[in-house]
């Protein structure tokens, strides 16, 4: 029987117009993922970001409204200007980032599974994770555009 997770996962691709290095270091550096990580209006406190399998991600997102939003994150597989996966604690699910290089842009494949249907309906009602989603990325492209014209 097919394990069939499509009740339960986000996904969203978006081909970037930043080749993978520069695409790559605006993910994995602190300074640069704190300047755009989040919805529209958020910005971050990054405590710790080490980028390795087992390594922790712990970070407050501030809300537009002054709420810290607390998140702390476990790094599970991390290829370089390939893949990153982490578990996020509470609310609980996988994220898995894929980065595929073509030429000067690249594709990026953003994945989260939850653990359960009802879990998954929680954070997309009450924190529309689907929209804050869409807007995470148009953030990153927006940076890597500011990234690419300081080169």
Do not use: C
């Not at 790559?24 to 300047?35: G, L, V």
């Not at 290829?79 to 990153?84: L, N």
């Not at 509470?90 to 653990?115: K, S």
């Amino acid at each position: 029987m097919e394990n069939n997770t499509k009740d339960r996962e986000l996904l969203i691709t978006r081909t970037l117009n930043a080749p993978v290095d520069l695409v790559w270091e605006a993910w994995t550096n602190p300074q640069h993922i704190a300047k755009w990580w989040g919805p529209n209006g958020f910005t971050n406190t990054i405590t710790t970001m080490d980028m390795k399998p087992g390594g922790e991600w712990i970070l407050t997102m501030h809300g537009p409204d002054g709420t810290d939003y607390k998140n702390k994150s476990i790094f599970k597989e991390v290829i370089p200007h390939k893949k990153i996966v982490f578990d996020h604690i509470a609310p609980n699910f996988t994220a898995t980032i894929e980065f595929e290089a073509r030429g000067e842009q690249t594709h990026l494949t953003w994945h989260m599974l939850f653990e359960t249907a009802e879990q998954f309906i929680q954070v997309v009602k009450t924190f529309k994770a689907d929209d804050g989603l869409k807007q995470n990325i148009d953030k990153l492209n927006a940076y890597l555009a500011e990234m690419k014209s300081k080169v």
